[in-house]
């Protein structure tokens, strides 16, 4: 099953399941969503931002328009679905 399909399907249950089940499920999960929600507060992901953002100001990256990262996506995208 691919995992769109796993996430449709969770989805689905996530609508119509019990209280209880949706605890259960949430208690499996929670810490990672609090970690994902808290990125702010991780100073070496912050740090890397900040870094970035100064290399890309001084001209050091380069940086890109979402329709050339969307374009480097799509070929990559392709490339892997030629080797399945």
């Known amino acids: 099953m691919t995992i ?3 996430r449709k399907k969770l989805q689905d ?9 949706i605890k259960a499920i949430f208690t499996l999960v929670e810490s990672d969503i609090d970690k994902s929600l808290d990125w702010w507060e991780d100073k070496e992901f912050v ?4 870094e970035r953002g100064r290399r890309y ?3 050091l990256d380069r940086g890109f328009t ?3 990262a969307k374009e480097e996506i799509l ?3 392709a490339q892997k679905n030629d080797h399945l």
């Open 13 to 21: 249950y996530i609508k119509t399941a019990d209280d209880k089940k």
């Open 66 to 68: 979402f329709e050339e």
């Open 57 to 59: 100001k001084e001209g």
């Open 47 to 50: 740090a890397e931002l900040d």
């Open 4 to 6: 769109t399909a796993i």
């Open 75 to 77: 070929k990559l995208k």
